[in-house]
């Protein structure tokens, strides 16, 4: 089946509002945080509705991408919870990286700051959206503690992810106004990780995370 547009899903966090927002003519591109809900949600039941996530991308891999995202990096490698992690390791082959691309749209969790690509690729040499995010996801797959949560330059937690160095799952948009490493090329980032409102158009950046607020995915017509 050919599809015709990429539908963009914000952090779900244990929310079951991703079946109203899930398109099948459509390429629909989860961006991560599946557990840890932000609201009162009961823990079985935010497993059930990560358990339904995971069985949707096994009945319709062709048009369903699971991206990874901070909360789910820390269960991924056995951090806090040994139960998620077990499900995060017996379904791993059904997430899809950090970063995903269709034309000149790149899309990840948080964003790729200028920072941070320099230290792990060295300077940006014109890699279309594709390129970018196979190099993201291949470092992902070799060294994932590139994508940690990092000390700022005075060894001290930067707690919001303001440091021009956080990664693709933990900067913040803030931050990429200024180091936004495709700003001055045609490529749009469409990222979560923040919470809106609504989906914040900026220009070069897209914000999405807005399921806390509002039911609405970002439809990109291809």
């Known amino acids: 089946m050919k599809y015709n547009k990429l539908n963009i899903i914000g952090d779900i966090h244990g929310r079951p509002c991703w079946k109203e927002l899930v398109q099948d003519d459509a390429i629909n591109i989860f961006l991560g945080d599946y557990l840890d809900s932000r609201e009162v949600v009961f823990a079985q039941n935010e497993l059930v509705n990560f358990l339904e996530i995971l069985h949707y991308k096994k009945e319709n891999s062709e ?70 995010a196979e190099k993201i996801n291949q ?34 948009p803030k931050t990429l106004i200024d180091s936004n490493l495709l700003k001055d090329t045609n490529i749009i980032q469409v990222i979560g990780h923040t919470p809106v409102k609504e989906i914040v158009d900026m220009g070069k950046l897209i914000l999405v995370d807005c399921l806390g607020k509002k039911i609405d995915s970002y439809i990109i017509n291809i």
């Not at 991206?67 to 995060?88: R, T």
Request: proline residues 3%; negative net charge; charged residues 20%.
């Open 63 to 132: 048009n369903v991408v699971l991206l990874i995202a901070n909360h789910d990096i820390k269960y991924m490698f056995g951090h806090d919870n040994p139960h998620y992690y077990n499900m995060f390791y017996e379904f791993r082959n059904l997430f899809d990286g950090i970063a995903y691309a269709h034309g000149d749209f790149l899309i990840t969790h948080a964003g790729v700051s200028k920072e941070w690509y320099q230290r792990y690729f060295g300077e940006y040499k014109g890699e279309s959206a594709t390129e970018l």
């Open 139 to 172: 470092l992902f797959y070799t060294d994932h503690k590139a994508f940690s949560f990092r000390a700022n330059q005075y060894f001290v937690t930067d707690i919001c992810g303001e440091d021009p160095y956080q990664s693709p799952v933990w900067v913040r």
